[in-house]
Protein backbone atom coordinates (compact mmCIF):
# COMPACT_ATOMS: atom_id res chain seq x y z
CA UNK A 1 0.00 0.00 0.00
CA UNK A 2 1.30 3.85 -0.95
CA UNK A 3 -0.10 6.94 0.81
CA UNK A 4 0.59 9.65 -1.51
CA UNK A 5 0.26 13.38 -0.34
CA UNK A 6 0.96 16.56 -2.54
CA UNK A 7 1.62 19.99 -1.27
CA UNK A 8 3.24 23.43 -2.88
CA UNK A 9 0.07 24.39 -4.55
CA UNK A 10 -1.49 28.03 -4.21
CA UNK A 11 -1.99 31.47 -6.56
CA UNK A 12 1.27 32.43 -8.40
CA UNK A 13 0.81 35.19 -11.45
CA UNK A 14 1.54 34.53 -15.41
CA UNK A 15 5.19 33.44 -15.61
CA UNK A 16 6.19 32.91 -11.89
CA UNK A 17 7.13 29.65 -10.28
CA UNK A 18 5.81 27.11 -7.78
CA UNK A 19 7.70 23.82 -6.71
CA UNK A 20 5.50 20.87 -6.08
CA UNK A 21 6.04 18.21 -3.85
CA UNK A 22 4.64 14.90 -3.20
CA UNK A 23 5.35 12.65 0.09
CA UNK A 24 4.93 9.05 -0.46
CA UNK A 25 5.10 6.44 2.41
CA UNK A 26 5.44 2.46 2.09
CA UNK A 27 8.38 0.58 1.16
CA UNK A 28 10.43 0.54 -2.60
CA UNK A 29 9.88 4.30 -3.30
CA UNK A 30 13.39 4.24 -4.84
CA UNK A 31 12.39 1.33 -7.69
CA UNK A 32 8.90 3.33 -8.13
CA UNK A 33 8.31 5.35 -11.34
CA UNK A 34 6.53 8.19 -10.26
CA UNK A 35 4.65 10.73 -12.28
CA UNK A 36 2.42 14.44 -12.29
CA UNK A 37 -0.83 14.59 -13.72
CA UNK A 38 -3.07 17.52 -13.72
CA UNK A 39 -6.34 17.77 -14.47
CA UNK A 40 -8.42 21.45 -15.48
CA UNK A 41 -11.51 22.42 -14.59
CA UNK A 42 -13.45 20.58 -17.23
CA UNK A 43 -11.28 18.38 -19.10
CA UNK A 44 -9.54 15.06 -18.80
CA UNK A 45 -6.86 14.32 -16.48
CA UNK A 46 -3.50 14.05 -18.57
CA UNK A 47 -0.10 13.43 -17.80
CA UNK A 48 2.53 16.14 -17.03
CA UNK A 49 5.83 14.43 -16.14
CA UNK A 50 7.66 10.87 -15.19
CA UNK A 51 10.46 9.98 -13.55
CA UNK A 52 11.64 6.51 -13.68
CA UNK A 53 14.05 4.48 -11.01
CA UNK A 54 16.62 5.39 -12.98
CA UNK A 55 15.78 8.64 -13.97
CA UNK A 56 15.08 9.49 -16.64
CA UNK A 57 12.33 11.72 -17.52
CA UNK A 58 9.60 12.33 -19.45
CA UNK A 59 7.23 15.49 -20.32
CA UNK A 60 4.17 16.62 -21.49
CA UNK A 61 4.84 19.10 -24.76
CA UNK A 62 2.87 21.64 -22.93
CA UNK A 63 5.43 21.76 -20.34
CA UNK A 64 8.97 21.09 -21.53
CA UNK A 65 11.04 23.79 -21.20
CA UNK A 66 9.13 24.97 -18.37
CA UNK A 67 8.61 22.22 -16.06
CA UNK A 68 11.34 19.71 -14.47
CA UNK A 69 10.77 16.71 -12.35
CA UNK A 70 13.24 15.64 -9.67
CA UNK A 71 12.77 13.08 -7.05
CA UNK A 72 14.84 12.30 -3.00
CA UNK A 73 14.72 8.70 -2.57
CA UNK A 74 15.94 9.29 0.60
CA UNK A 75 13.02 11.30 1.87
CA UNK A 76 10.88 10.05 -0.28
CA UNK A 77 10.04 12.72 -2.29
CA UNK A 78 8.97 14.09 -5.32
CA UNK A 79 9.14 17.41 -7.04
CA UNK A 80 7.89 19.88 -10.35
CA UNK A 81 9.58 22.75 -10.35
CA UNK A 82 7.00 25.06 -12.59
CA UNK A 83 8.62 28.08 -14.39
CA UNK A 84 7.04 30.29 -16.64
CA UNK A 85 3.47 29.39 -15.85
CA UNK A 86 0.89 30.02 -18.10
CA UNK A 87 -2.88 30.57 -17.56
CA UNK A 88 -3.34 27.44 -19.12
CA UNK A 89 -1.11 25.49 -16.01
CA UNK A 90 -4.05 26.28 -14.16
CA UNK A 91 -5.18 22.79 -12.60
CA UNK A 92 -5.48 19.79 -9.61
CA UNK A 93 -1.92 18.92 -10.09
CA UNK A 94 -1.85 14.60 -8.66
CA UNK A 95 0.60 12.42 -7.96
CA UNK A 96 0.71 9.03 -9.22
CA UNK A 97 2.52 5.76 -9.31
CA UNK A 98 1.86 2.14 -9.82
CA UNK A 99 1.79 -1.02 -7.75
CA UNK A 100 4.86 -2.89 -8.45
CA UNK A 101 3.30 -6.37 -9.19
CA UNK A 102 -0.35 -5.55 -9.63
CA UNK A 103 0.14 -2.29 -11.61
CA UNK A 104 -2.99 -0.80 -9.48
CA UNK A 105 -2.79 2.85 -9.44
CA UNK A 106 -2.07 4.50 -6.30
CA UNK A 107 -3.32 8.79 -6.07
CA UNK A 108 -2.99 11.48 -3.97
CA UNK A 109 -5.45 14.09 -3.06
CA UNK A 110 -4.25 16.53 -5.17
CA UNK A 111 -2.58 19.97 -4.83
CA UNK A 112 -4.45 23.20 -6.90
CA UNK A 113 -2.24 25.40 -8.95
CA UNK A 114 -3.92 28.94 -10.00
CA UNK A 115 -1.94 30.81 -12.66
CA UNK A 116 -4.07 34.25 -12.76
CA UNK A 117 -2.82 38.11 -12.50
Known amino acids: QVQLVESGGGLVPPGGSLRLSCAAS????????MTWYRQAPGKQRELVAT???????NYADSVKGRFTISRDNVKNTVHLQMNSLKPEDTAVYYC???????????WGGGTLVTVSS
Open 51 to 57: ITSGEKT
Open 26 to 33: GRNFRIRT
Open 96 to 106: NTKGLSSGMDF
